[in-house]
């Protein structure tokens, strides 16, 4: 499985951005997708995270009513909505997977695949 993440760029503060996970190589149907992000210094934390048998999606607290996680299945694509960015939001977002997981792990080391990354700065 390869995963190819996209859309990152400078945005204002209260700005909004989508971030893009293309998957090839397997179909997303199988995988449960999630988004990570680390800031230059910082440790990487969980994101968003959506579930390949479906319910609800994950979130972390810091981006609740913020982001929203979507996936379209037709273009094995796993979407990162992020509205209301903050400049603590400036960070490399990575998608990753793994087959089959009942729900998102908060823990990167439960994923299989990962996206190369893509900057996403967000100005005051």
């Known amino acids: 499985v390869q995963l190819q993440a996209s859309g990152g760029g400078l945005v204002q503060a209260g700005g909004s951005l989508r971030l893009s996970c293309a998957a090839s190589?397997?179909?997303?149907?199988?995988?449960?997708l999630s988004w990570f992000r680390q800031a230059p210094g910082e440790d990487r934390e969980f994101v968003a995270g959506i579930s390949w048998s479906g319910g609800n999606p994950y979130f972390a607290d810091s981006v609740k009513g913020r982001f929203t996680i979507s996936r379209d299945n037709a273009k094995n694509t796993v979407y990162l909505q992020m509205n209301s960015l903050k400049p603590e939001d400036t960070a490399t977002y990575y998608c990753?997977?793994?087959?089959?997981?009942?729900?998102?792990?908060?823990?990167?080391?439960?994923?299989?695949?990962w996206g190369q990354g893509t900057l996403v700065t967000v100005s005051s």
């Open positions: 990753a997977a793994v087959p089959y997981r009942s729900r998102p792990s908060t823990s990167g080391n439960e994923y299989l695949y």
């Open positions: 190589g397997r179909t997303i149907t199988v995988l449960t």
